[in-house]
């Protein structure tokens, strides 16, 4: 346990802020492979979601960045903004991020709504993504979608592994005032937008992509997984048969074996 706690403070310490369209964005570099891929989290994300990666790629092989997005992990100030195109601001940051690190290609995986971000970034920058990983994402939302955020909506009724880490990261007010805000904009490109979260990119994609989704996940149900890969050409999925949302975390050996292989592929 020791080791591991300490990876993680090295990995928070290693953490760096640059200037990104406005914006002083954190980013975390793990390794020093030639093969470099971008992490986008899901929301109220941090870097530890994905101790499973960082630890267990190959750190010869792989140069990892994660990121965070403005209002998320250690890029605060500012507060988080869901007004419409949040998503889509964040893609375009991600890109500028890489082009400032000067980065010309690069693998994206995303968890989440880093997966529905990871999906936009990959259509506006089409000629820079190798390969593109998403996971447990969706590119529309239902009616039936957010009754189930809606149960969610308590912070402190969530579960004491989901809530004391966020606590301890971003303060009870600011996830609670946050998560709240993340399911108002969801009511918001429903009524709004048709659903339409990133329906319109998924034409543009033309990266080869891996779509990996837990049969039994309750925020994402399975149906989106299909959807992606019904509308991404030449896309592949994977379902963790009995996998929930965090598939990563669950399942990280069966995770990250299908994660390197499909990257290593030629």
Same mark, same amino acid.
């Given at each position: 346990?020791?080791?591991?706690?300490?990876?993680?403070?090295?990995?928070?310490?290693?953490?760096?802020?640059?200037?990104?369209?406005?914006?002083?964005?954190?980013?975390?570099?793990?390794?020093?492979?030639?093969?470099?891929? !971008?992490?986008?989290?899901?929301?109220?994300?941090?870097?530890?979601?994905?101790? *499973?990666?960082?630890?267990?790629?190959?750190?010869?092989?792989?140069?990892?960045?994660? /990121?965070?997005?403005?209002?998320?992990?250690?890029?605060?100030? *500012?507060?988080?903004?869901?007004?419409?195109?949040?998503?889509?601001?964040?893609?375009?940051?991600?890109?500028?991020?890489?082009?400032?690190?000067?980065?010309?290609?690069?693998?994206?995986?995303? /968890?989440?709504?880093?997966?529905?971000?990871?999906?936009?970034?990959?259509?506006?920058?089409?000629?820079?993504?190798?390969?593109?990983?998403? =996971?447990?994402?969706?590119?529309?939302?239902?009616?039936?979608?957010?009754?189930?955020?809606?149960?969610?909506?308590?912070?402190?009724? =969530?579960?004491?592994?989901?809530?004391?880490?966020?606590?301890?990261?971003?303060?009870?007010?600011?996830?609670?005032?946050? =998560?709240?805000? =993340?399911?108002?904009?969801?009511?918001?490109? !429903?009524?709004?937008?048709?659903?339409?979260?990133?329906?319109?990119?998924?034409?543009?994609?033309?990266?080869?992509?891996?779509?990996? #989704?837990?049969?039994?996940?309750?925020?994402? *149900?399975?149906?989106?997984?299909?959807?992606?890969?019904?509308?991404?050409?030449?896309?592949? !999925?994977?379902?963790? *048969?009995?996998?929930?949302?965090?598939? #990563?975390?669950?399942?990280?050996?069966?995770?990250?074996?299908?994660?390197?292989?499909?990257?290593?592929?030629?």
């Amino acid at each position: 346990m020791m080791d591991q706690q300490t990876t993680v403070s090295t990995e928070i310490t290693n953490s760096t802020k640059i200037k990104v369209k406005g914006f002083e964005i954190n980013y975390f570099k793990i390794g020093n492979g030639p093969q470099k891929l !971008l992490i986008f989290p899901g929301a109220l994300g941090q870097v530890t979601n994905f101790k *499973p990666l960082t630890e267990n790629f190959d750190r010869e092989k792989y140069t990892i960045y994660i /990121w965070d997005p403005p209002g998320y992990g250690l890029s605060r100030p *500012p507060n988080r903004d869901f007004s419409p195109g949040f998503l889509y601001r964040d893609a375009d940051c991600a890109i500028a991020l890489m082009e400032a690190l000067c980065i010309d290609r690069y693998s994206m995986l995303g /968890w989440c709504n880093g997966g529905c971000t990871a999906l936009i970034a990959a259509s506006k920058a089409v000629d820079r993504v190798e390969k593109l990983v998403v =996971w447990s994402c969706n590119a529309y939302v239902t009616s039936k979608d957010l009754e189930f955020y809606e149960t969610t909506r308590d912070v402190y009724a =969530w579960s004491e592994n989901r809530r004391l880490p966020q606590f301890q990261m971003y303060g009870e007010k600011y996830v609670s005032d946050t =998560w709240s805000g =993340w399911i108002d904009a969801f009511h918001k490109i !429903l009524n709004e937008d048709d659903g339409d979260v990133c329906r319109g990119v998924l034409a543009e994609i033309n990266a080869p992509t891996l779509i990996l #989704h837990g049969s039994e996940d309750d925020l994402v *149900p399975i149906e989106h997984a299909v959807y992606l890969h019904d509308n991404i050409k030449g896309s592949t !999925l994977e379902v963790f *048969p009995g996998g929930k949302h965090i598939l #990563h975390i669950l399942f990280p050996e069966k995770f990250n074996s299908l994660v390197d292989n499909f990257l290593t592929i030629q």
